[in-house]
């Protein structure tokens, strides 16, 4: 079983070090490492070269975001398992062993995702909340639930979808997981976090809460027609309340209670799509 670990990298030389360092001291060594530069600036792009030949970079003529970015690593992978992670954010050592075991143990596996811890500037840090084992397509499209920066996936399977929604620079991993699900993927999850996951003030897409709304409300719009189907009347307005109170949460303070608010009214103040 080769994996090909693909990362895509924008402005990121104070963190890519640290990410890579982890890829490097895993205890199952991946096949390769693929860097896709998103068109960097020239001094951010040159930092990359020190980890040659023990990475393979890709160079964006022009940057087109972090889907094309992934997506363009795919398509550049030689190997047979892809495993993604983000430029920011780190393994423990042995996350591709433990996903490489489960695997073979379950061969008609398409993909396997994980737990990931969230790692605060003020030391804080959280595990991601807990989920069913198996990737349905009712758990899909009421909310996101791959952790991409955790995935190992079939290359066959991301290449069959196309990859991630390039249109996309936000949300992208709740659209993935909708099309894995109604593509009928069998994607699986444990509960152990093996990817600790960077959150910070450097971080803008984390703190524009106009940003993830509008995105989660493309998604709801681009599937509406399967969340009708198959959560019934109105999910996929349940859906863009969910996000509006979600961002609420981010957000904070008074306009954060005013989103919350807002996001129950227009979600019809039902528990059942929390």
Not at 51 to 66: A, S
Not at 166 to 191: F, K, Q, V
Request: glycine fraction near 8%; proline fraction near 4%.
């Amino acid at each position: 079983m080769a994996i090909s670990v693909v990362i895509p990298y924008f402005n990121r030389a104070k963190f890519i070090d640290e990410c890579l360092e982890s890829i490097f001291a895993q205890s199952l060594a991946p096949a390769e490492i693929i860097v896709v530069d998103d068109a960097s600036q020239p001094d951010q792009r040159r930092h990359l070269d020190k980890f040659l030949p023990r990475i393979r970079i890709v160079d964006q003529p022009r940057n087109r975001g972090v889907s094309a970015a992934r997506n363009a690593g795919m398509w550049a992978a030689q190997h047979d398992w892809l495993a993604f992670n983000d430029s920011d954010d780190t393994w423990v050592p042995d996350k591709l062993a433990v996903q490489q075991a489960y695997l073979e143990a379950n061969p008609e596996c398409d993909g396997l995702h994980t737990a990931i811890r969230a790692m605060y500037d003020d030391g804080r840090e959280r595990i991601s909340d807990p989920i069913a084992p198996r990737l349905t397509l009712q758990d899909a499209l009421h909310d996101n639930m791959i952790r991409v920066q955790s995935l190992v996936i079939k290359t066959s399977v991301m290449r069959a979808l196309g990859g991630f929604e390039e249109s996309m620079r936000c949300c992208e991993d709740d659209d993935l997981g909708i099309r894995l699900a109604t593509g009928g993927y069998r994607i699986d999850y444990i509960p152990t976090p093996l990817t600790n996951m960077r959150r910070g003030n450097y971080d803008h897409l984390f703190s524009d809460w106009r940003r993830i709304v509008r995105a989660k409300t493309k998604v709801a719009l681009r599937h509406s027609s399967l969340l009708e189907q198959t959560l019934g009347k109105g999910a996929t307005r349940r859906r863009i309340a969910r996000a509006v109170r979600k961002a609420g949460d981010m957000r904070g303070g008074v306009v954060g209670r005013v989103l919350f608010a807002g996001g129950w009214i227009a979600g019809g103040f039902d528990r059942t799509t929390d």
